[in-house]
């Protein structure tokens, strides 16, 4: 089992950035590809960035590409996103998923089996 912790959110003008952090625990992080959900109020739960077991692959969904950077670190046990040039269309909670059983995770989120909390993360003027 892997428990995994979120922090950071918070509130946010337009154009400011936030890092958010998902602390594992209960096993290492390497064990699991990982990535970012976001779900605003009333919408589906949708894909934000994944990362593979070592870091070295990412993806972004196109509505972030550019804006978002996905990081690891392993030795942490902790997985970032660091999110720049925020919009008010990013306000979500934001969530992090680990999946035990592929090298890189997929860009559904039924595929994950380990969930935090979620962050909540609004973007204001």
């Known amino acids: 089992q892997v428990q995994l912790v979120e922090s950071g959110g918070g509130l946010v003008q337009p154009g400011g950035s936030l890092r958010l952090s998902c602390a594992a625990s209960g096993r290492t992080l390497s064990t699991c590809a990982m990535a970012w959900f976001r779900q605003a109020p009333g919408k589906e739960r949708e894909f934000v960035s994944r990362?593979?077991?070592?870091?070295?692959?990412?993806s972004y969904a196109d509505s972030v590409k550019g804006r978002f950077i996905i990081s690891r670190d392993n030795v942490k046990n902790t997985m970032y996103l660091q999110m720049n040039s925020l919009k008010p269309e990013d306000t979500a909670v934001y969530y992090c998923a680990g999946d035990e059983n592929g090298y890189y995770g997929s860009t559904e989120w039924r595929e994950y089996e380990y969930w935090g909390q979620g962050t909540q993360v609004t973007v204001s003027s």
């Open positions: 990362i593979s077991r070592t870091g070295v692959r990412t």
